[in-house]
């Protein structure tokens, strides 16, 4: 999962103006997420339409929009943090095995079931080792044409990028950065924060993917303070069609054949410096920054590193966002006190806080993580007594000590959005996470 998609919804429906047809302006930089051009539609069934169709189409248009450096990066797999174990754990449960020996190279054709396939971490890495190879000789071709004569093409997978092209800026800033990742660190290892490294290269950057995920970390890597780039999310369209209007559809639908329908993907633009605007200014938070406590909110709410909070989505969260004013959900013992004002006010009683808890700044600023999480028993205490609340509601609902991981998950995932690369090993504090006999990265309770 990524985070909901939702919160899209949600920020396009208040501040249609960031979402465009056309680019905002030429972006002088172009991020292309290589994991998500990975999954390919049923059409595409040989080598070569895959590398043309997914990876070369997809850099000429970043060219087209006047960039004059592309950048194709993957996932480097050494440096993916733990804490996304669970995740990919969850897409591949579903998937039939796919065999894939480390000594064979890849097959003369595509396999048909190109999902269990790529579920295969050998098999991935093969093809991504092969589409950068098929990159790196047909941007070299290109190269010689007139056109392409001042534009560089960055491969961005393992180490120091490889920089293809002839603009010394390019090859000077790559130059002089430090590659070099401590074991106390996460390490440059997804694409969702390889891609603000180039921020500091670029003035205006376009980032290509449909991962949610750079919504949030978009907006708190390019604060004023933080990095002048501005940069633009080039996405499939967010639908924000009303339920008359869908319901509206679908009886237009049900007289019509029963045939396969084939609709066209379209893309838009979505400007992440006018989504910031619009938080400051919308997103009630006396103690914290808006867009930190807007992402802390978003992370809280699920996303590849936290779990789906149980019976609170992401509108609900937002309609009582005034409520959560004077937290900072970014402190754990503060978001565990939301937590218990909002199931207060969904299960309990509307608009009114729970035991124990003031909503005031300075109450906050010194509850203890005892008193939080005391407050937070009391009002599950109540949504069980509560008989109008379903057994099934209050079978989902968590105990504290699961709560208390949660917010810790939370934390972890603004210092990844945060700090990117230089975050901390989700395992090295107690960040919520766990680790079995056998290595493998779990939720604690």
Known sequence: MTIHADFFKIVKEACGSAFTAHSPESPDMVFIDGQVKLMKSEHVTSWPV?????????IEAGFA??????????????????SKGMTQAKRAKHKIKYECSPECGLP?????????????RTFKVKV???ILQETKVWFQEKLQEPAFANRSLILDYRGVPLVLGHDSHIHSFVNSQDWSVSKNEVGRGECDIKAFTWTSASKRLCIFSTDGDYLPLSLLQTTPLKSPCQVVLYRMVTQIETLACRKRKAFEQQDKPAEKQKNKRTYEFVCIFTIAKWLQTNFPSKSVDAITQFCALVALCGCDFTRNLPRLGPRTLWKLRHQMQNTDLTNPCQAVCALSMV????LVKTNVMPVGVVNKRNFFETVSQ???????????????????????????LWTEGCAQAHVLN??????????LDKA??????????VCDKQGRTAFAE
């Open 424 to 433: 901390p090993n989700p395992l090295i504090q107690n960040f919520g996470y």
């Open 108 to 120: 003369s054709s595509m396999p048909e079931d190109w999902g269990a396939a790529m579920a295969n």
């Open 128 to 130: 991504i080792c092969k």
């Open 370 to 396: 005892e008193k939080a999480l005391i407050a937070y028993e009391k009002v599950m205490g109540e949504i069980h007594k509560n008989q109008k609340v379903s057994p099934r509601i209050k079978e989902q």
């Open 65 to 82: 929009l006047g960039a004059h450096t592309v950048v194709l990066a993957f996932d480097n797999y050494d440096h993916v943090p733990a």
């Open 410 to 419: 939370t934390v972890w995932t603004m210092h990844y959005w945060t700090l």
């Open 50 to 58: 895959f590398f043309k169709v997914q990876f070369f189409k997809t």
């Open 343 to 346: 199931y207060n006010d969904l």
